[in-house]
C-alpha cells in the first residue's frame, strides 16, 4: 500500500521546462521501483520514465535526452524534471511505485505544452 501524490503540472511553452513531483507514504519508498507514464487524449498510456532501487534508469525514446528522473529517499518524493518541452508533451503524468509485485497509481497531474 503506497499512497502517491503528484504536483508540478500545468501550462508550459514549447521549449520550457516543468518539474513534477511525487510524494509518496505508506511504504519503504526506498524499496520500490518508480516511475513515471502518461496519457495523452485518444492516445494509450505510456512508460515515460524509470528508475529503479539501485539508481538505473531507463527513459522512452521520445524523451531521452530531455527528461531526467531521480529520487530523494529522505524525502519519499520522486521527480521527472522535464526540458525542451514539445506540444507532444502533453498529456496527463502519473507516478506509480512498484514493489514486491505490486503497483500503486497517483491520481495523474495535467502538463499542457502550448502556445
Known amino acids: 500500500q503506497v499512497h502517491l501524490v503528484e504536483s508540478g503540472g500545468g501550462l508550459v511553452q514549447p521549449g520550457g521546462s516543468l518539474r513534477l513531483s511525487c510524494a509518496a507514504s505508506g511504504s519503504r519508498f526506498s524499496s520500490n521501483i518508480m516511475g513515471w507514464y502518461r496519457q495523452a487524449p485518444g492516445k494509450q498510456r505510456e512508460l515515460v520514465a524509470r528508475?529503479?532501487?539501485?539508481?538505473?534508469?531507463n527513459y522512452a525514446d521520445s524523451v531521452k535526452g530531455r527528461f531526467t528522473i531521480s529520487r530523494d529517499n529522505a524525502k519519499n518524493t520522486v521527480y521527472l524534471q522535464m526540458n525542451s518541452l514539445k506540444a507532444e508533451d502533453t498529456a496527463v503524468y502519473y507516478c506509480?511505485?512498484?514493489?514486491?509485485?505490486?503497483?500503486?497509481w497517483g491520481q495523474g497531474t495535467q502538463v499542457t505544452v502550448s502556445s
Open positions: 506509480v511505485a512498484s514493489r514486491a509485485g505490486s503497483s500503486s
Open positions: 528508475i529503479f532501487t539501485g539508481g538505473i534508469t
